[in-house]
């Protein structure tokens, strides 16, 4: 892969990163306290739903530190495998199978940032802190210090819940991306008419020819606009779907990784997964499994829909200014 390349898809990624975090954070948090319900009672913590329009906002500090390099990370392993494979295999391997390869290596490589970060941001969006308090300190520092003085030190505990997100994100990815992928074809494919093949829309993307070279600056600029706002639509839409059923489909993994994370910052030794499982089972029954899955499954949608979204119009913004300012590569 170029070096430009490699760039504008950090700056792509770093894009969609932020677009999630500030606009869809809210709604995480109100999935993660309805989750956390279930083990109601420890001391300080977790806030109930009810409290869920104040502090909607706790513990982000600790996911844009490491949204950036956890992007970076996923979106570079993603494409890069997908070229990898595309190479590798021969011709007629499915695609599914391809981009659910691609997206599996990908999500096994930004959880090794992702989890410590994850850890704080769940701990922190139960912390109860009351409206009477200054809260001079941050609630991302406030989980830290909680997972710190826990058994086992945060060496330990910030790293308990990384079998649970690979075993969350992995099916989900896999599910998630094939989805995606075949969603987007057919979409282009139903706007232009089926003439052209489910890649053309896409490959027109990438490759940032915005029409003739030949023609003006302000030609060029009114076929960039209109790949930005095709390109948004058509992949936020295929993103909302694929993300929303690949959401409902994994919300047990989900459950799990939830209370896994929030028992990182509770004085109890800490439980298995199996342990963890079992008692949401017997205490809640099957359901409990799936305690917010319509949460999730609208979180998600509206999440991977900017994600996706915002990543691909980055990606053409940044090809179409660099045909018109050849310096920037």
Known sequence: MRDNTQA???AAGAVAAFTVDLLVYPLDTIKTR??????????GRPAPVSHGLRGLYQGIGSVVFATLPAAAIFFISY????SALKF???STAPQPAIHALASAGAELASCTVLTPAEVIKQNAQVLQRSSSSGHSRSSSIEALHMVWRSEGGAGQRLWTGYTALVARNLPFTALQFPLFEIFRG????????GAESSHTRKDYADSGQLQDTRQSKETRQNG??????ETGLVTGASAAVSGSLAALLTTPLDVVKTRIMLNAGSTSAPETTWEITSRIVRKEGVRGLFRGAMLRGTWTALGSGLYLGSYEMAKVWL??????HPNFS
């Open 8 to 10: 504008e898809i950090l």
């Open 34 to 43: 309805y989750q956390s319900q279930g083990i109601v009672g420890q001391p």
């Open 88 to 90: 590798s295999l021969p």
């Open 319 to 324: 090809k179409g200014t660099s045909a018109d």
């Open 186 to 193: 057919q979409i282009w494919n139903w706007k232009r008419g």
């Open 224 to 229: 960039l606009k209109s790949a930005l706002v």
């Open 79 to 82: 494409e890069s495998a997908k």
